[in-house]
């Protein structure tokens, strides 16, 4: 007695091949999207980074400006690549800010050297500019550009100005 095709019970192996590729394109497109997914997170962290951490290092800067008694340097008219105000405190005079190793820097007085940037971000171009005249209060202008450490290709430039109130 031959039997029909009806009765026999599997798969052919046609069948196994497409489920085989209907599996293998589900798995490349769901490793195509979390990859998408990983690298958005990744890039929306460093721009939240470097724009956080600037606008802190920018607000501190000022700050410090407007509550200072004076600008040591850089003096009237001159540029430098570090900021040095005097302030009322002696435990913060003079408060000195610069950049070493890509990191933005704050010594207070006799205290220790306390990094305002953490290692996330790398900043360069610390542009210091006393824009007063001698004999005038002093107006000082800080322009720097912090680049994300994991994406090169982002960065922003970060400018204020300030003064002694006094």
């Known amino acids: 007695m031959q039997k029909s095709r009806a009765n026999i019970n599997g798969v052919t192996l046609v069948e196994t091949l497409l489920y085989v590729a209907i599996f293998g394109v589900m798995i490349v497109a769901f490793t195509t999207f979390s990859k998408s997914l990983v690298s958005n997170r990744m890039q929306s962290q460093s721009l939240f980074e470097v724009n956080d951490q600037g606008e802190a290092v920018l607000k501190t800067i000022t700050q410090t400006l407007r509550n200072a008694d004076q600008v040591n340097s ?93």
């Open 74 to 166: 850089p003096s009237a008219g001159n540029t430098t690549d570090s900021l040095s105000v005097d302030t009322a405190s002696s435990g913060t005079s003079p408060t000195i800010f610069s950049v070493v190793d890509g990191v933005l820097n704050i010594k207070e007085g006799g205290g220790e050297v306390i990094p305002l940037t953490n290692s996330k971000v790398v900043v360069s171009d610390l542009v210091i500019t006393n824009l007063s005249r001698p004999d005038t209060v002093n107006a000082v202008k800080v322009s720097f550009k912090l680049t994300s450490a994991t994406n090169s290709n982002y960065f922003v430039t970060f400018q204020g100005s300030g003064g002694p109130r006094k």
